[in-house]
């Protein structure tokens, strides 16, 4: 089993910053991949990016690729999202996932996080 948990929600005004945290345990040795999905009010979960966790590679949505950075830091068991410029319509939940394989769609992620809100505002 791994445990995740997500921290760094907030309210961050349009054009801001704001960085996530996602805290892997447990048998995190079997972690293929890190990634963060988020879910908009009213809209499907969708995948914003990933890491491959022990060679540091990583992915992003098309959408998101120059504002959103992800990195991870192995000995904390941490994976981080650092998001920039950010608009009213990144509003949303920002879960973090794992899985032990290649595969980066929402069904193919073993383990969740609870989420954590972020919410873009004046």
């Known amino acids: 089993q791994v445990q995740l948990v997500e921290s760094g929600g907030g309210l961050v005004q349009p054009g801001g910053s704001l960085r996530l945290a996602c805290v892997a345990s447990?048998?995190?040795?079997?972690?293929?991949?890190m990634a963060w999905f988020r879910q908009a009010p009213g809209k499907e979960r969708e995948f914003v990016g990933a890491?491959?966790?022990?060679?540091?590679?990583?992915y992003y949505a098309d959408s998101l690729k120059g504002r959103f950075t992800i990195s991870r830091d192995n000995a904390k068991n941490t994976v981080y999202l650092q998001m920039n410029s950010l608009a009213p319509e990144d509003t949303a939940v920002y879960y973090c996932?794992?899985?032990?394989?290649?595969?980066?769609?929402?069904?193919?992620?073993?383990?969740w996080g609870k989420g954590t809100l972020v919410t873009v505002s004046s």
């Open positions: 996932a794992a899985t032990y394989g290649t595969v980066l769609t929402k069904s193919d992620m073993n383990y």
């Open positions: 447990g048998r995190t040795f079997s972690i293929y991949h």
């Open positions: 890491v491959r966790w022990t060679a540091g590679w990583t």
